[in-house]
């Protein structure tokens, strides 16, 4: 491994226990090494900031959130990322804390006040015993064969820089990228709400949202100009895929007139003060605890910047819209995990390098967050000779195990949902009930889980 003028690797040398290497202080690093450090191995993070940013990034904190402020769903029982929090929760998740520290009223969501949950990593980072944070860019995958007994994770986030993801490729046989984008930012104060409405779809929640509507005509002269607005230029060695997961909003136009009315300017569950359900409605999310400015819901997207004031704009409640920040779209890389990666995200070829984070092909915060989590807890079973945790597709953390180390013609990046948990024994019709059912199994699993290895570790 090869480290730039950031510094030198230093590791912690103990004559008793084995000694961790994280790369990458986004999510998945900054949950992992906590989990390693806390548990008493002696853990070096390194972080390239504030050495040298990503085109996304510009905090010199850890856990710095680069898209949405949202961890998505805060409902166990009836949304697979709520579930997933959960459980997390349960298996002492630094990141999930961090998050319910520092939320912000957003209906059914966890969103954050993004300056305060990174700050609230970092000084949690800084303090925890049996941890060296180290800045300076890792250039190469760690030769930990030659550091003794070592066990590394490479958790360098979907934006690997250039010289670290050619050390992968060449590793291990190529990789993959796609692209992810993220939405407008506006003040609070420019929005209209003579022409807006507040209120959480069916009800639900204390009425956070903003709600712009649209009748017939506005909505369709604003899809015939977001179809029409010029988009950035990509640079010439990105290619155009496109998650499905993270759609620029002008790309989901593209697929028909009216496929933002039946997604995400759905208005089904959302009543104006006239009591009558608008044609289509955009929905505004707090961006801070503050709410001083807030996020256009859904609305990723790759148009040039003046594009984006001029068509957003043509919304009524945000004609006079101040746009704090701009929507950007990015590459992001990850591997071929099923054949790179075994279930507890260690390497085929060497059972002491791991990956984790969106590199491994999960996607979302708090996906990226437990696949750090995930790794850090199998390397402590190992260090610590203690019982191994064993997550089968009953919760979400195994069925995201699941998913990156099964073999599949078309590997493509997954978020927590219920279908990739494993079926009932007894089919339930009603999804609501069927949701609740699965949820009440997995957390039941995870808790069989704890308790079983604290019996076995006693």
Known sequence: MTITKGGSLRIITMKTKAKALVIGGGLAGSE????????????????????KFTPAHESENYGELVCSNSLKSNDVYANACGLLKQEMRLLGSMIIEAADKTSVPAGAALAV????????????LKNCPN????????????????????????????????????????????GLHFYDASAPIISAESVDMSCAFTGDRYGKGTGDYINCPMDKDEYYAFVDEL?????????????????????????????GRDTLRYGTLKPIGLYGEDGRRPYAVLQLRKENEAGTCYNLVGFQTNLKFPEQKRVFSMIPALKNAEFLRYGVMHRNTYIQSPDVLNRDFSCK???????????????????????GLLAAIHITDEVLARAPHVFDERTVCGALETHISTPTKDFQPMNANFG??????????DKKERYKTLAERALETVRAEIAKNDEKNR
């Open 349 to 371: 070829n060497n059972r002491r390098m791991f990956f984790a984070g969106q590199i491994t092909g999960v996607e979302g915060y708090v996906e990226s967050a437990a696949s």
């Open 227 to 255: 179809l029409a607005a010029e988009k950035a230029e990509l640079h010439a060695f990105e290619k155009r895929e496109i998650f499905e997961g993270c759609m620029p909003i002008e790309v989901m136009a593209s697929r």
């Open 131 to 174: 941890l060296t944070l180290q800045s300076g860019e890792v250039e190469t995958l760690p030769n930990i064969e030659k550091e003794g007994d070592v066990y590394a994770i490479i958790a360098t986030g979907p934006l690997t820089s250039e010289p670290l993801s050619e050390s992968i490729r060449t590793a291990f046989g190529g």
């Open 113 to 124: 006040d993004r300056d305060k949950f990174s700050a609230y990593i970092t000084e949690k």
């Open 420 to 429: 990739i948990l494993s079926p009932l024994p007894v089919r339930i019709k």
């Open 32 to 51: 992992a090494a906590y989990y390693l450090a806390s548990h008493g191995i002696p853990t070096t993070l390194i972080e390239m900031k504030p050495k």
